[in-house]
T-cell receptor, first 114, second 111 residues
Framework: NAGVTQTPKFQVLKTGQSMTLQCAQD?????MYWYRQDPGMGLRLIYYSASEGTTDKGEVPNGYNVSRLNKREFSLRLESAAPSQTSVYFC?????????????FGPGTRLTVL | QKEVEQNSGPLSVPEGAIASLNCTYSDRGSQSFFWYRQYSGKSPELIMF????GDKEDGRFTAQLNKASQYVSLLIRDSQPSDSATYLC???????????FGKGTRLHILP
């Protein structure tokens, strides 16, 4: 099992460019998440999807869109990148139904917006 | 104000001593709480979860939950240099799968 995979691992964008971060999991998990991590800020929730076909805003959704393509895949899109979106982005997944199920995290995508 | 609060540290603890990490949360509907460890440049990994009031022990780690005070803590006994990392506290809001993290506490174990 690959667990949670993210592509790309690194990306440099210019201000105003768009891109999509891809996330896939092979653990048959229902719930998927996108977080961003900035120095000293912990993980901040951007969007999450409790099941296929549903998405909900997290703490910092502005400037982002998401798509839960199917049960395995959850993508994050930046339509017009800004320097403030320079960050490390983590995707995570977990099984629904039991409240104490842990999240499994991908390796992260390091994004720099110039 | 963030829904999950942690002291960012750094917290320095001598090797072999007890490290105590604290976390408070604002949503009384929060049901489950998690402690993750994150090494620099790596992804977070789960250390403990707790959802009932009281203590939960796993090896050198003890998680404590006090729902009346909206307080969660993590104790690390016999601290080792390999415990040096950032510790992230997380809470599940109202059982709706929304999981919010605190800013994390940087822990340094001094040899």
């Amino acid at each position: 099992n690959a667990g949670v995979t993210q592509t790309p691992k690194f990306q440099v964008l210019k201000t105003g460019q768009s891109m999509t971060l891809q996330c896939a999991q092979d653990m048959n998990h229902n719930s998927m998440y996108w977080y961003r991590q900035d120095p000293g800020m912990g993980l901040r929730l951007i969007y999450y999807s409790a099941s296929e076909g549903t998405t909900d805003k997290g703490e910092v959704p502005n400037g982002y869109n998401v798509s839960r393509l199917n049960k395995r895949e959850f993508s994050l899109r930046l339509e017009s990148a800004a320097p403030s979106q320079t960050s490390v982005y983590f995707c995570a997944s977990r099984t629904a139904g039991r409240a104490y199920n842990e999240q499994f995290f991908g390796p992260g995508t390091r994004l720099t917006v110039l | 104000q963030k829904e999950v609060e942690q002291n960012s540290g750094p917290l320095s603890v001598p090797e072999g001593a007890i490290a105590s990490l604290n976390c408070t949360y604002s949503d009384r509907g929060s049901q489950s709480f998690f402690w993750y460890r994150q090494y620099s440049g790596k992804s977070p990994e789960l250390i403990m979860f707790i959802y009932s009031n009281g203590d939960k022990e796993d090896g050198r780690f003890t998680a404590q939950l006090n729902k009346a005070s909206q307080y969660v803590s993590l104790l690390i006994r016999d601290s080792q240099p390999s415990d040096s990392a950032t510790y992230l506290c997380a809470a599940e809001m109202n059982r709706d799968d929304k999981i919010i993290f605190g800013k994390g506490t940087r822990l340094h174990i001094l040899p």
